[in-house]
């Protein structure tokens, strides 16, 4: 029996410099303050890997599957932001601010949320589809559709009011996080470090503990 060509699968990505980011921050920001010149944020499918974005004003940004392994984003603001599907893996996000961020279906392992804000952050699954070769739609390579924050660090952190929903969230430092009215369900806690957070209010239905956390507040 003849077997069928594979389906090639070609993700056509932009790989910045730093120069090229630092125009696009500059451009952003001239677009929030409505100045001549400004320019959106538009770095879907982007990779900025490794780049420096500390303290950019990035809120409402369209990031959308962009690669931003280790890159630094500390004291970024990315309020209202679109990063669906975006590769954050051991990025560092410390002191963000990302209230109301779109992290839908995105990748957050190892990654450092220390003190961050992600109040009612939308971190449910999903996934980014785009079209082959052939014109016909398949899923970003890579994406596994549940948010993962494995091995994430949120030290602090701030997700009030947070969607979770389905989310990886194993082996992450939640040390005095703030979770009060967070949506957890389903959400796969196994060896997450609790130690003083407050859950006040959250919905941990049908959540995962693989060993007992440590005592929350609630």
Request: aromatic residues 2%; glycine residues 8%.
């Amino acid at each position: 029996m003849s077997m069928l060509p594979a389906t090639r699968l070609t993700i056509e990505r932009r790989r910045l410099t730093q120069p090229e980011l630092d125009i696009v921050i500059e451009q952003h920001h001239r677009h929030l303050e409505q100045k001549s010149g400004g320019i959106r944020a538009r770095l879907k499918l982007a990779d900025a890997s490794g780049l420096d974005f500390r303290s950019a004003d990035l809120t409402h940004a369209d990031l959308t599957g962009a690669r931003l392994y280790q890159a630094n984003l500390a004291g970024c603001k990315l309020d209202g932001a679109v990063l669906y599907a975006a590769d954050l893996t051991e990025a560092t996000l410390r002191r963000a601010s990302m209230d109301r961020v779109d992290l839908r279906g995105s990748s957050l392992r190892g990654a450092d949320l220390t003190e961050a804000s992600l109040i009612e952050a939308d971190l449910r699954a999903g996934k980014l589809f785009t079209p082959d070769d052939d014109g016909n739609l398949m899923v970003l390579p890579g994406a596994r559709g549940r948010v993962d924050l494995g091995d994430a660090v949120l030290k602090g952190a701030n997700l009030q009011g947070a969607s979770i929903k389905d989310a990886i969230i194993v082996r992450t430092d939640l040390t005095d996080a703030s979770l009060d009215d967070a949506r957890l369900m389903r959400a796969d806690l196994n060896n997450a470090d609790l130690t003083g957070a407050s859950l006040k209010g959250a919905d941990l239905s049908g959540r995962t503990f693989a060993t007992p956390p440590s005592a929350p507040q609630t």
